[in-house]
């Protein structure tokens, strides 16, 4: 099987192919963290680099016309289904839960999750964020479309091309806000959660934090809000880079 990934999903995907014995490729762009890289080739699969996501995705749908199986990491409905257990399992452990903030990159996650809450809990409010220069879910909703970028930001594992239109059709129906923040915003979020909370996480996953920061206004003390802390792949490497970049 082959599957596009710059992180989380690629790790999965490579541990479920070792589990099930079945040769598996991950196409990742170049300038994936060496940390990524290496983690997924630890649990088993090969990783084909290419410079940039659109020819990533371009080369595993060349896997796919040779015959592999392709996993799509975000617009593929049973992908969606499992990232909606997260849903499930918010509501179990804190069932008074009245906001959630998830990241988006290719918007599998967050639409999954969506689905789950809104079932369970239609009045939970869910916030979407993005990073400057990764922001593909915003760019779709204010075309109304789905449309393609080439992501910039540090934030590499929002660095999806473009999000998935059941994604889109289910932003548009049941997003309480979409936020923007910077790469800076989301390196300092992640400086206070890796100091303060003993969290090490990627920018994809402390922009919920800075993006919560930007709407305290919105928030009673009543309220039970959620950040998704989608992954903690960052290596030391990556903290001094950032450091090295804002100081």
């Known amino acids: 099987m082959v599957g596009v990934s710059g992180g989380n999903f690629a790790q999965g995907m490579a541990l479920a192919g070792r589990q099930l014995d079945t040769p598996t490729v991950v196409c990742m762009p170049e300038a994936t963290p060496r940390n990524y890289v290496e983690a997924t080739k630890s649990y088993g699969a090969s990783v084909d680099l290419s410079p940039t996501f659109p020819e990533v995705f371009a080369k595993a749908e060349q896997y796919k016309r040779e015959g592999w199986n392709l996993l799509h990491p975000f617009d593929n409905p049973f992908q969606m289904a499992g990232a909606g257990t997260i849903g499930l399992e918010l509501v179990e452990d804190l069932p008074s839960l009245t906001d959630v903030f998830v990241s988006i990159g290719g918007g599998g996650l967050i639409a999954g999750i969506t689905v ?50 059941d994604a889109l059709t289910l932003m548009k129906r049941h997003l309480r806000q979409h936020i923007l923040v910077s790469d800076r915003e989301a390196y300092e979020a992640g400086v206070f959660l890796l100091e303060r909370a003993k969290l090490n996480t990627e920018l994809a996953a402390s922009c919920t934090l800075a993006a919560a920061r930007r709407v305290t206004g919105s928030f009673s003390k009543d309220d039970h809000v959620v950040l998704l802390i989608c992954g903690g792949n960052n290596s030391l490497d990556n903290w001094a880079e950032y450091r090295r970049i804002f100081g």
């Open 116 to 165: 789950a809450l809104k079932a369970l809990k239609p009045e939970v409010r869910i916030w979407g964020v993005e990073t400057e220069g990764s922001d593909t879910m915003g760019q779709a909703l204010r075309a109304g479309r789905v449309v393609q970028i080439v992501p910039k930001s540090l934030a590499k594992t929002l660095g999806s091309p473009y999000v998935a239109q």
